[in-house]
Structures are given as structure tokens and as C-alpha cells.
């Protein structure tokens, strides 16, 4: 759902993508590519995307391009019933963003063990300084400690579970949504123009 011109564009004269400007100039062997150029290296290796899609999940920026569809009077219903299934799905697509690529890399369970970690450090600070249970219910104590590890675990495996939920959804809707643009453009319901921002 990206405009391969519009990212032509970005790569070239926007700052927050010279990683990718460097590389597609190595790979092309050129030290002033143009925006077509770029653009036929954007469609010939999808790992630029990919890259460009990374920079913007992890700078907050939408990588979905596509306008809001606005019906005309002499859209027929099933034209009309088209673009607004698209525009609710973009809407969902672009809350669902963050959810684009599996949980396989994502930093979950650092965020969480360093929770987990730093809840057992302070327990273990207060209980050593400020009472005797080392001494006297050491047992106790250590279950506490095994319970906060297994509660770690159990909020790892839940958030990693629901990352994966999302992200099947967030494939479904991306595939339908895809399948209803191809149709409408094939039905000329709107344009490539109409779709995509500049």
C-alpha cells in the first residue's frame, strides 16, 4: 500500500532515508541516482520496502499511502460499497501498522525480563536491609522469587501471543484490501491518481 514514486521521492531528498539512498547508490554504481532509477530498483528488489517501511514503523510514520476514496454522484452502488470498504480498512490497517511483521524480532522479552529482573532486585533489596526473612523464611522468600519469574514468563508468552493474533489480522486485512483496490481499478470505480498520495 506504499507509492513507489512517492517513496522515490522521500529516498532522494529526505534525510531520514540516506541508509537506503547509500546502498541503492552502491548497487547502481552512481553517486546522483534519479528518481526513476530509484523507483525501478524500489520494484525490482522489495527489500528497499522493507527497509523504508522499518524506518517509518520505528519513526512513527504511516506507510500506508493510500487516500481516503470519496464516492461521486454517478458511482454505482457496488463502486460505492468498494470505496468504502476500503477506506474502513485502511482506517484498520493503519491502527493495526505496528502489527505488519511477526514478533519473531521483536524486543518483548527484554522489555519484559528487565520488568521481571528489576521487580526481583528491589524485593530482594528491601527484604535484605529491612527484615530478617533471609534467616528466618528463606523458604518463602525464595518461592516468591520463583512466583515473580513464572508471572514474568506467563505476560511474555501472553504479549507475544497477542502480537501474533494481531499480526495474522493485520495479513488478512492487508490481502482483502489489496484484492479491493485491484478491483476497483481493473473497474474503474477511481484511479491510481485518486488513490495514492503524491
Not at 514474568?152 to 508468552?157: A, D, E, F, S
Request: proline letters at 1%; charged letters at 25%; hydrophobic letters at 35%.
Amino acid at each position: 500500500m506504499v507509492n513507489v514514486k512517492k517513496i522515490s521521492h522521500q529516498i532522494l531528498d529526505d534525510g531520514l532515508y540516506n541508509t537506503i539512498l547509500f546502498e541503492m547508490c552502491e548497487e547502481l554504481d552512481k553517486k546522483n541516482p534519479t528518481p526513476s532509477e530509484i523507483e525501478n530498483l524500489l520494484t525490482s528488489n522489495t527489500s528497499y520496502i522493507k527497509e523504508y517501511k522499518e524506518i517509518n514503523r520505528h519513526s512513527e510514520i504511516s506507510s500506508i499511502q493510500i487516500k481516503t476514496l470519496l464516492s461521486k454522484a454517478e458511482d454505482s452502488t457496488d463502486a460505492k460499497d468498494n470505496k468504502k470498504l476500503i477506506n474502513e480498512n485502511i482506517q484498520q490497517l493503519k491502527n493495526l501498522e505496528n502489527f505488519e511483521v511477526d514478533s519473531s524480532n521483536s524486543a518483548y522479552s527484554i522489555w519484559i525480563g528487565s520488568v521481571g529482573v528489576m521487580i526481583l532486585f528491589m524485593a530482594h533489596n528491601v527484604i535484605a536491609l529491612f527484615s530478617e526473612l533471609y534467616t528466618t523464611h528463606s523458604m518463602m522468600v525464595y518461592g516468591l522469587y520463583s512466583i515473580v519469574l513464572a508471572l514474568t514468563y506467563i505476560v511474555y508468552k501472553k504479549i507475544k501471543q497477542n502480537h501474533e493474533q494481531q499480526h495474522l489480522r493485520y495479513q488478512k486485512l492487508y490481502s482483502n484490501t489489496k484484492e479491493q483496490i485491484q478491483k476497483g481499478l481493473e473497474k474503474d470505480y477511481f484511479t491510481y491518481k485518486e488513490l495514492y498520495m503524491k
